[in-house]
């Protein structure tokens, strides 16, 4: 199973209020796992970035000024995250930006069907506690020292930690043979593109199992003791 999760940094709170992505991170998982790989980016919103949103990201409009613009990251992010489910936390935040800017360059939306969205699992899970980003990593011990602004890609890898936790945890990984963990991700990455499934096969009985069958069902019907 590949997973994608995903974080974005924008202008301010709101695409209908003329609000722009500015951050664009992804994280990929297989199998709940993080393989290494994922798609980071800077986007150039073709606008002032307010004071207060400068204050949550770091990043401001002279840093800006010669980023990509979205159109010109497109591409690369749809290659990245193709068909695949993508974990969000508050999925409708995230969502509504980057369908307005896909919207706004006559792409194609992306349903919002496809997507989990890691606010509400923590809602369900922790009724009446925190469920921001950092409440989930202190209550689940990950490490937000790096964590001085809000950052798409840094927030990403941080949900997706806390996305395995909520459910459940980490699976131990079996190290055989002296291999490292990164081996084996790549491995299960190897698997995941090339796995062919097998066609449905009809199991029937032979003419003697049906028979044998039958001499069973009688003795059950003679008196025969279950046990």
């Not at 190897?190 to 003419?207: G, N, P, V």
Request: proline share 3%; hydrophobic share 40%; with cysteine.
């Amino acid at each position: 199973m590949r997973e994608i999760t995903f974080d974005t940094e924008t202008t301010g709170l709101s695409p209908d209020n003329g609000d722009r992505i500015v951050e664009i991170g992804c994280v990929e998982l297989i199998n709940k796992i993080r393989t290494g790989q994922h798609f980071h980016c800077y986007v150039n919103p073709e606008r002032d970035v307010p004071k207060g949103a400068e204050n949550v990201h770091g990043l401001s409009t002279a840093f800006l000024s010669d980023k990509p613009k979205f159109k010109d990251v497109v591409q690369e992010f749809i290659d990245f995250i193709q068909g695949d489910t993508l974990v969000i936390h508050n999925a409708a935040f995230d969502m509504k930006f980057i369908n307005w800017e896909l919207k706004n360059i006559k792409i194609p939306s992306l349903d919002f069907s496809r997507t989990v969205d890691t606010l509400q699992i923590a809602r369900d899970k922790f009724p009446g506690a925190k469920a921001n980003l950092d409440a989930l990593c202190r209550r689940f011990g990950i490490d937000l020292s790096k964590r001085d602004n809000h950052g798409a890609l840094l927030d990403a890898e941080l949900l997706a930690d806390v996305y395995i936790e909520l459910l459940g945890g980490k699976q131990a990984v079996m190290l055989l043979g002296g291999e490292e963990k990164e081996d084996i991700v790549a491995k299960k990455r190897a698997l995941f593109s090339s796995r062919k499934y097998l066609e449905a096969r009809a199991f029937e009985l032979s003419e003697e199992e049906a028979l044998s069958h039958k001499e069973f069902l009688k003795g059950l019907q003679g008196g025969g003791c279950w046990f």
